[in-house]
């Protein structure tokens, strides 16, 4: 069965601090892997996603991801955080194909001090 | 095309009433989701459509719960005799299976029961 688990429910970064963001996973075949945004009362927004194509991912809004085979993580990062990056951030698998049922992480809330 | 669209965006039911949500998909896209948020926590997949036929529904999905996509285009889910624990967000996702895409999600349905 697919799982994914999100280390660390809230994260607080300073304004131009790296961020990163941990999300490991469980699945038995090859995965789809994604991260995802939501902004409060809003739905989600798709920042980036892995396909079995490259193992780095860059996605919108300077954040990138990289999926290791190995450690089963595809953690989320962003060189230098913006106040504007200060959402709630999921990570989510997908088992056969890209548009399939997800499977979400519990989710971490990222804070960004001035 | 403006994306997913769901109606209403906010619902507030007394318990015990019946409460209809909406969803349009994107328009060529045959697959939809409906998953349920609780705060602090992550989507839960609840059901899923491929044209108008049901093929998968969750354990989460109560024999209150009932949803539709009649012509294969947009989708209804209804609650009956609505419980205080079903306060939450419905969101609605789809995608096109022959397109191979990833899932798009609409702005969501808040549900608050008193």
């Known amino acids: 069965a697919q799982s994914v688990t999100q280390l660390g429910s809230h994260v607080s970064v300073s304004e131009g601090a790296l961020v990163l963001l941990r999300c490991n996973y469980s699945?038995?075949?090859?995965?789809?892997l994604f991260w995802y945004v939501q902004y409060p009362n809003q739905g989600l927004q798709l920042l980036l996603k892995?396909?079995?194509?490259?193992?780095l991912v860059k996605g919108i809004n300077g954040f990138e991801a990289e999926f290791k085979k190995s450690e089963t993580s595809f953690h989320l990062t962003k060189p230098s955080a913006h106040m504007s990056d200060a959402a709630e951030y999921f990570c989510?698998?997908?088992?056969?194909?890209?548009?399939?049922?997800?499977?979400f992480g519990q989710g971490t809330e990222l804070s960004v001090k001035p | 095309d403006t994306g997913v669209s769901q109606d209403p965006r906010h619902k507030i039911t007394k318990r015990g009433q019946n409460v209809t949500f909406r969803c349009d998909p994107i328009?060529?896209?045959?697959?939809l989701y409906w998953y349920r948020q609780t705060l602090g926590q992550g989507p839960e997949f609840l059901t899923y459509?491929?044209?108008?036929?049901?093929?998968?529904k969750s354990r989460l999905l109560s024999d209150r719960f009932s949803a539709e996509r009649p012509k294969g285009s947009f989708s209804t889910l209804e609650i009956q005799r609505t419980e205080q624990g079903d306060s939450a967000m419905y969101l609605c996702?789809?995608?096109?299976?022959?397109?191979?895409?990833?899932?798009?999600f609409g702005q969501g349905t808040r549900l608050t029961v008193v």
């Open positions: 892995y396909t079995s194509a490259a193992t």
């Open positions: 996702a789809s995608s096109s299976a022959v397109l191979n895409t990833e899932a798009f």
């Open positions: 989510a698998v997908s088992e056969g194909n890209q548009g399939g049922k997800l499977i």
């Open positions: 328009s060529e896209h045959n697959r």
């Open positions: 459509f491929q044209n108008e036929a049901q093929l998968e």
């Open positions: 699945s038995s075949v090859p995965p789809y």
